[in-house]
């Protein structure tokens, strides 16, 4: 899983944990505000995940590739 160095630094550096081996927590918040801000989540217009990427915000009228 080549993001999973970028979300432990992401943990570390926003939330403060030094030991940042569980990339559970962006991804929970990343699920949490696409339920809240997608029609229906499954089907993603704004939060899409593009592999090996990571999760992208489109602008709005942008189509997912």
Known sequence: MPAAPVAQELVKRVWGYDDAKDTDLPRGLVRTLAAKVETD????????????????CLPEGAEPA
């Not at 989540?41 to 992208?56: A, Q």
């Open 41 to 56: 989540p499954r089907r993603p217009v704004y939060l899409v995940t593009h592999p090996g990427v990571g999760d992208v």
